[in-house]
Every structure is written in C-alpha cells, then in structure tokens.
C-alpha cells in the first residue's frame, strides 16, 4: 500500500486531476506544475519549474499573490478569486485554495489549487456592461416595462390564499420596504416581484434580477457593488447591480445561497443605504428597494446556518409566502385555460378542449414543480400533438401512474369553458354548505364579493 504514494506517483496522480496544482518552495521557486496548471497558462512544464513565480507571473507581487500570502501569514486561503496577466497578456481569472506546507513548525513552501473561472468572470462582466449601458437610459418607462414585464393581472388564480396573497402584495407595492418571498421552484417568484414593482412608484425606474445561486461566491460581491480600477488585478471601473438599481427596484433571488460574509455587507447597505465598491474606500448612496426570495423556508435556512438572522430581519419587513400548487388545485382549470390560449397563439396551435379524465388526473398529481410545471406540460402537449382535444395519451411519463386510477365515462370530452364552469359550482356548492347557505360568509370564504356570488348562484340554480 504505502509504495502507491511514492512522490513520483503522487506527482503523477496530481497530473489527472481537473485543477490546477502548484507547488512551490519558501523562497517562491516553482516546484511543481501539473498538466492542468500548463494548459491554464499555456507554459510547458519545462519553461516554469525552478523559476521564481513572479518570474513567471510579471502582474503578481506579494500583496495579490495567494501563494506567497499563505507563506507569509502561514494560515490557508479558501476559494479567493486572484487575477492576473498571463505572459501572452491574456487576463486569466481563478479561484484559488492555497495551503502553507509547514515542516515542525516551518514553512516550508505552499501548495495551490486553483480553478479556472476566466469565461465566467468575462461573461459577468459583459452582463454588467450590458446592464450599465441599458440602465444609463433609464427615463424611458417603455425601456423599463422590458425588464419587468408582469403585473398583478398575470397572477392567476382565484383561489383564497391567493387572492389574499395578491391583496397583501399590491398594498406592499405603495410603499418601499424590504420584501422577502418564500415559494417552492416553480410557484412564480418572479413574476410576484415584478407585479409589486410594477404597481410602486419606482415603476418607471430600473428593475434588476439577480440569481444569488447562479455565479460563484467570489464574484457575486463584484456584480453587487462594483469595483474600481486598481482595486485588484485586472480590475476595472463598473458599477454594480446596487448602483445601476439606484431609484427602482433589486430583485435577489435564493438569498440562501449568498455566502455569509457576503450577507455582513448586505445588512451595512440595508442599514446604512450606502454601497463601497470592492477595492476602494469610498462609499456611495443609493435609494434600492431591496426583494429577495428563497425557495427554502427562511426558518430552516438560519437553523442550517445559510441566512444570518439579523439580515433576515432587516428583509422580512413584509413577509410573504406563495402557496404551492398542490395547495390551490382549484385554480388549475384556470392555469390550464390560460397556458392553452397563450401556446395556441404563439404556437399556432387550435386546442379548445380538455378531457374530463386528463382534469382528473390533473386534480390527483402533486405537482412537485408547481405551476411551471403545468405550463410547461400543456406547451409541450401543443408543440408536439396536432390535436384539437387535450387527452390522456398526449400527458408526459410522471402521469402513467395515474391513467390506470382514471375511468373511462361515455363522454371523456369536455369543453374547457364546461369543465370550470363545473368546478366553479361544486366549489360553491361546499362554501353554501359549510356556511349553512349565509351568503355574507360564503363570499368570503371564496373570496369573491357577495354580488359576484348571488349572480352564480341563480346562474348555477343554487
């Protein structure tokens, strides 16, 4: 066993691993440089070991240099993003682990491990240009409704939570109060958000998404607050997505997913209503409504430590919950309504029905990806079947199950319009029971006014 880890073994299992490794000495001599390491740089391994790093890195020196920092404090360092100039002057950017190699208390040399993450760094990079440049123009409300695009009319449904959420929401919208949303993936978060900026004041200023789990810790910080030239390696003058939000509206969606240290500086610019851009000393103001969301029960994520519990105080200033679709199943005959006639006309399709049983199995499945799910489902039943009827046969795999539950009735085919219709009266139906037939109560209970009730009721003869 012990003859597997001879060096030169070593050395040669390092040479298949997918990072980059480097290893070098306590005078910052390059002993070893594996082959991810010689593609990363484009160097040979022959033009690198036994040279001085800095030697083969001209743009590091011994304050940006993670290796030589390790060497120096002799503690490690965990995922630090490090910049710098190749010697092709190619801008390389990566994230660095580095360890001091200590011998009886010595140092003797670190070891690096370091991960390319140049294309996403160039990527992030031109979103915020991007951003920059469309945000710079922000007087324009048409510019603005490009970016938030939903509003309180797009959320359907007429199920009670939901009527009760919207109610909530489009107070929240008056004013400007941190918000911060809790919904399974898939119960439409976003378009929440954009409903409640698009009823606010700041409608006709900027609204900008940002997904906290979609870039990697080390440069989310820069894509928040910006950076200044200079400030470390490669850096360049941007303003972040604080800046660019300024007078409109933020969006931060799986706020969870935000390093801890990174929620410290969130809870200085909720308090403070101040951005420092990272590399400089400065500060700037910005006037942002801040509204985060997270996927995961905001009580379950400071119980697994993801969220600091001061930061998520200062965002639940108004709290709201988007129920999942298992919990309103009375609004799927209209979801299904609605996605038919979106997909029909942007699909060309001519779908005007649905069978009872397809209804049924609906109403049985627990739509575990809610109503993304759903809408995905009925545009792929269009995009894929020339067919005028929805039936059980055109219904993806995770439905077989429930084929077999679902009997055939002599008339498996109903107009769409029928089928809400009856759902409609049975719901009334049970409300008039629970409340002995009181109309005031069974109204509210629907959540529907007492005249949009009593004209149902002599349309459905109840």
């Known amino acids: 066993m012990n003859e597997i880890f001879f060096r030169e073994n070593i050395f040669e299992i390092l040479n298949y691993i997918e990072e980059a490794i480097q290893i070098i000495d306590e005078k910052g001599k390059i002993l070893y440089f594996n082959k991810?390491?010689?593609?990363?740089?484009?160097?040979?391994?022959?033009?690198?070991?036994?040279?001085?790093?800095?030697?083969?890195?001209?743009?590091?020196?011994?304050?940006?240099?993670?290796?030589?920092?390790?060497?120096?404090?002799?503690?490690?360092?965990?995922?630090?993003?490090?910049?710098?100039?190749?010697?092709?002057?190619?801008?390389?950017?990566?994230?660095?682990?580095?360890?001091?190699?200590?011998?009886?208390?010595?140092?003797?040399?670190?070891?690096?491990?370091?991960?390319?993450?140049?294309?996403?760094?160039?990527?992030?990079?031109?979103?915020?240009?991007?951003?920059?440049?469309?945000?710079?123009?922000?007087?324009?409300?048409?510019k603005n409704k490009e970016n938030a695009k939903y509003t309180f009319i797009d959320l359907i449904g007429q199920n009670k939570e939901m009527a009760k959420l919207k109610s909530v929401a489009l107070r929240a919208s008056k004013i400007s109060s941190p918000v911060l949303i809790y919904g399974e993936t898939g119960t439409g978060k976003e378009l929440l958000v954009q409903s409640i900026h698009n009823a606010s004041l700041r409608k006709n200023k900027p609204f900008i998404a940002q997904n906290c789990a979609a870039l990697p810790a080390n440069l989310l910080e820069g894509i928040l607050f910006g950076t200044v030239k200079g400030?470390?390696?490669?850096?360049?003058?941007?303003?972040?997505?604080?800046?660019?939000?300024?007078?409109?509206?933020?969006?931060?969606?799986?706020?969870?997913?935000?390093?801890?240290?990174?929620?410290?500086?969130?809870?200085?610019?909720?308090?403070?209503?101040?951005?420092?851009?990272?590399?400089?000393?400065?500060t700037v103001d910005v006037d942002v409504r801040v509204i985060t969301a997270t996927n995961t029960e905001p009580?379950?994520?400071?119980?697994?430590?993801?969220?600091?519990?001061?930061?998520?105080?200062?965002?639940?200033?108004?709290?709201?919950?988007?129920?999942?679709?298992?919990?309103?199943?009375?609004?799927?005959?209209?979801?299904?309504?609605?996605?038919?006639?979106?997909?029909?006309?942007?699909?060309?399709?001519?779908?005007?029905?649905?069978?009872?049983?397809?209804?049924?199995?609906?109403?049985?499945?627990?739509?575990?990806?809610?109503?993304?799910?759903?809408?995905?489902?009925?545009?792929?039943?269009?995009?894929?079947?020339?067919?005028?009827?929805?039936?059980?046969?055109?219904?993806?795999?995770?439905f077989d199950s429930y084929k077999d539950e679902v009997k055939e009735k002599k008339s498996t085919i109903v107009p769409l319009t029928n089928a809400v219709e009856d759902l409609e009266k049975n719901i009334i139906e049970e409300a008039l029971r629970k409340t002995d037939r009181n109309i005031t109560k069974t109204a509210d209970l629907i959540s529907i006014p007492r005249q949009t009730l009593q004209y149902k009721m002599k349309k459905y003869d109840l």
Do not use: C
């Open 299 to 398: 009580e379950e994520a400071i119980k697994e430590k993801l969220m600091r519990k001061d930061l998520y105080y200062r965002l639940a200033v108004i709290n709201l919950k988007i129920p999942p679709l298992r919990e309103r199943k009375d609004d799927i005959p209209l979801l299904v309504e609605f996605f038919i006639d979106k997909y029909n006309e942007r699909l060309d399709s001519h779908v005007d029905s649905i069978s009872e049983d397809v209804i049924d199995m609906f109403m049985k499945y627990d739509w575990p990806g809610n109503v993304r799910e759903l809408e995905h489902i009925i545009q792929g039943i269009l995009a894929l079947h020339d067919t005028d009827v929805i039936k059980k046969e055109h219904l993806p795999y995770q």
């Open 36 to 142: 991810s390491a010689q593609k990363l740089d484009e160097l040979g391994k022959g033009n690198v070991v036994g040279r001085h790093i800095f030697e083969v890195y001209p743009s590091l020196n011994h304050t940006t240099s993670t290796l030589i920092q390790v060497m120096q404090t002799g503690s490690p360092i965990y995922e630090k993003e490090q910049t710098f100039i190749n010697y092709k002057g190619d801008k390389i950017t990566t994230v660095n682990t580095s360890i001091p190699i200590k011998e009886r208390g010595r140092i003797k040399g670190a070891i690096e491990i370091s991960r390319n993450i140049t294309h996403v760094r160039k990527m992030t990079e031109k979103i915020t240009d991007l951003q920059t440049k469309l945000y710079n123009e922000n007087d324009d409300p048409k």
């Open 231 to 282: 400030g470390f390696t490669g850096a360049e003058d941007r303003k972040g997505l604080f800046e660019l939000a300024n007078g409109g509206t933020l969006f931060l969606d799986e706020i969870n997913s935000m390093p801890i240290e990174l929620q410290a500086k969130m809870l200085r610019v909720l308090q403070d209503g101040s951005i420092r851009r990272v590399g400089s000393t400065n």
